[in-house]
C-alpha cells in the first residue's frame, strides 16, 4: 500500500489565476474525499466520490470549484479565479467503499497560498 | 447534524506526564469517532476509532481513548508523554452522507 499522494504539495499563485490539484487514492480505493483545512481549523469536508460519481458537495464548494474523477482513479480539484481566501491545505482521503463508516486515510495535502 | 467541540487550543505536558486532550461531541445518530494526529506539513494520520462495542478504544503510540455516551465525550489519553507526540490531535465524527466533522484541534507540547 504506497498510501494517497497528492500533487502539487506547495503552490503560490496570484489572484485570480486557476489552479489544479491531483489526488491518487490508495490502490482498489472506491471513496474519495476533498476537505479544506485553514489555519487553526480541522478539516472541513468538500466532496466526495464513489467510483466516478460525485455524491456529495458542500456548500463551501463555490462555482468556482470542480472536482472531477473521470475514471474511479485519481481525481483532480480545479479552483478558477483564485481568491485570498482560498489560501488553505487541501486534503484528499480515501476509503475502501464497501459501505459503512469506514476509515478514512489521507494524504499529505497540497497547501496553496494565493497573492 | 453532527459538531466537535475540543476545549482549549493548546495543552503543554512535561515528558512522562500523563496526556489528556477532551473532545465532546454532538450527534443525531449512533456516533463514530476517531481521533487523528497531524505532524507538520503532513497529512492527517488515524490515531484510534470507535464504532461499536468496547468502550475503551486502543490506538498507535499507547493512545487510548473512552467512549462516554451519558457524557457525550471521547478524550484521549496516554499515561506518559513522549517528545515525538508533540503534533496537533483533531477529533472527529462520522455523520450522514460519509463525511467527517472535525473539531479545531489541539495543539500538543511535551516539554523535556
Known amino acids: 500500500d504506497t498510501g494517497v499522494s497528492q500533487d502539487p504539495r506547495h503552490k503560490i499563485t496570484k489572484r485570480g489565476q486557476n489552479v489544479t490539484f491531483r489526488c491518487d487514492p490508495i490502490?482498489?480505493?472506491?471513496?474519495l474525499y476533498w476537505y479544506r483545512q485553514t489555519l487553526g481549523q480541522g478539516p472541513e469536508f468538500l466532496t466526495y466520490f464513489q467510483n466516478e460519481a460525485q455524491l456529495e458537495k458542500s456548500r463551501l464548494l463555490s462555482d468556482r470549484f470542480s472536482a472531477e474523477r473521470p475514471k474511479g482513479s485519481f481525481s483532480t480539484l480545479e479552483i478558477q479565479r483564485t481568491e485570498q481566501g482560498d489560501s488553505a491545505m487541501y486534503l484528499c482521503?480515501?476509503?475502501?467503499?464497501?459501505?459503512?463508516?469506514?476509515?478514512?486515510?489521507f494524504g499529505p495535502g497540497t497547501r496553496l497560498l494565493v497573492l | 447534524a453532527q459538531s466537535v467541540t475540543q476545549l482549549g487550543s493548546h495543552v503543554s505536558v512535561s515528558e512522562g506526564a500523563l496526556v489528556l486532550l477532551r473532545c465532546n461531541y454532538s450527534s443525531s445518530v449512533p456516533p463514530y469517532l476517531f481521533w487523528y494526529v497531524q505532524y507538520p506539513n503532513q497529512g492527517l494520520q488515524l490515531l484510534l476509532k470507535y464504532t461499536t462495542g468496547a468502550t475503551l478504544v486502543k490506538g498507535i503510540n499507547g493512545f487510548e481513548a473512552e467512549f462516554k455516551k451519558s457524557e457525550t465525550s471521547f478524550h484521549l489519553t496516554k499515561p506518559s508523554a513522549h517528545m515525538s507526540d508533540a503534533a496537533e490531535y483533531f477529533c472527529?465524527?462520522?455523520?450522514?452522507?460519509?463525511?467527517?466533522?472535525f473539531g479545531k484541534g489541539i495543539t500538543l507540547s511535551v516539554r523535556p
Open positions: 472527529a465524527v462520522y455523520g450522514a452522507n460519509s463525511k467527517l466533522t
Open positions: 490502490s482498489e480505493h472506491n471513496r
Open positions: 482521503a480515501s476509503s475502501p467503499g464497501t459501505g459503512g463508516q469506514e476509515t478514512q486515510y
